[in-house]
């Protein structure tokens, strides 16, 4: 199993910046993909950005330009730096871990941003 552990989010004013890390543990095998995605209320989960071990991202055109996803391998650790936030960007942001066709997902953290 791989565990998940996420920390960053928070409330911040539009325009804001605020910057998600997510720790895995366990059986984290590689190579692998790492990631991030988003909940707003009423609407269904959403890919924000991906990045495999490689290197490769996909990156959702929404947040292109504005977020920027890294990651530290030796730490297997994910990181998602927010810039110019928004209020549509307001949503609990999920950590995903990806081998083949096995995920696991973090627990969730909340990112509020004010108008």
């Known amino acids: 199993q791989v565990q998940l552990v996420e920390s960053g989010g928070g409330l911040v004013q539009a325009g804001g910046s605020l910057r998600l890390s997510c720790a895995a543990s366990?059986?984290?095998?590689?190579?692998?993909?790492m990631g991030w995605y988003r909940q707003a209320p009423g609407k269904q989960r959403e890919l924000v950005a991906t990045l495999t071990t490689g290197g490769s991202t996909n990156v959702d055109d929404s947040v292109k330009g504005r977020f920027t996803i890294s990651r530290d391998n030796a730490k297997n650790t994910v990181y998602l730096q927010m810039n110019f936030l928004k209020p549509e960007d307001t949503a609990v942001y999920y950590c995903?871990?990806?081998?083949?066709?096995?995920?696991?997902w973090g627990q969730g953290t909340q990112v509020t941003v004010s108008s």
């Open positions: 995903n871990f990806r081998v083949g066709l096995w995920n696991a």
């Open positions: 366990g059986r984290v095998f590689s190579p692998n993909v």
